[in-house]
């Protein structure tokens, strides 16, 4: 049996100044800079170009910055607003994952058991915590992602667990992605 090429497309949404430029940066280009200008996913002003970006999505990404108590609540919000303009073609949510960025830094705002339990009622597939700037569980984070979304392409039927868990990435499977 040959090899198969995917394309999806992956959202990452959160709060202005969570790192989602950065995480793409990271991943894609193995890069990180500290010097970023305000991008159209975290501005309130683009809210109703929403559904447009939203559109033929596979995944998403939710992200919110430890320190900030208030990315973490918004975290919600963007999740309802995914939610109620995105669905599979089998009707079911986007598999999305949360990600609990800045985790080099301290005080954390919330807790893991907050983040545990939010992730969990709000149907996330999983949480870990990442480091973007010092590239901590990036690519493990996106791997999970992966996985999930060509396991569901491979079984025909979109089934996303919702069991919204702690992603421990040290004992996760690999398989050998990589990034680009």
């Not at 992730?119 to 996985?147: D, H, P, Q, Y």
Request: contains cysteine.
């Amino acid at each position: 049996m040959g090899s198969r090429d995917y394309l999806f497309k992956v959202l990452v949404v959160g709060d202005a100044a969570v790192g989602k430029t950065s995480l793409v940066q990271r991943y894609s280009q193995d890069s990180f800079s500290k010097h970023y200008k305000s991008t159209v996913g975290g501005q309130e002003r683009f809210t109703s170009m929403t559904r447009l970006y939203y559109r033929d999505a596979s995944a998403c990404v939710i992200m919110f910055d430890v320190t900030n108590a208030t990315t973490f609540s918004n975290s919600q919000r963007w999740k309802q607003d995914l939610d109620s303009k995105l669905t599979l073609p089998s009707g079911e949510p986007v598999p999305c994952l949360l990600l609990a960025n800045k985790s080099d830094l301290s005080p954390w705002a919330v807790t893991r058991d907050q983040i545990d339990r939010f992730s969990k009622e709000n149907g996330f597939i999983g949480w870990t915590e990442t480091s973007v700037k010092e590239n901590k569980n990036v690519n493990e984070a996106m791997r999970v992602l992966i996985e999930q979304m060509v396991a569901n392409t491979r079984e025909g039927s979109i089934s996303v667990s919702s069991q919204g868990d702690y992603i421990n990435l040290q004992t996760a499977s690999t398989s050998g992605w990589s990034c680009c």
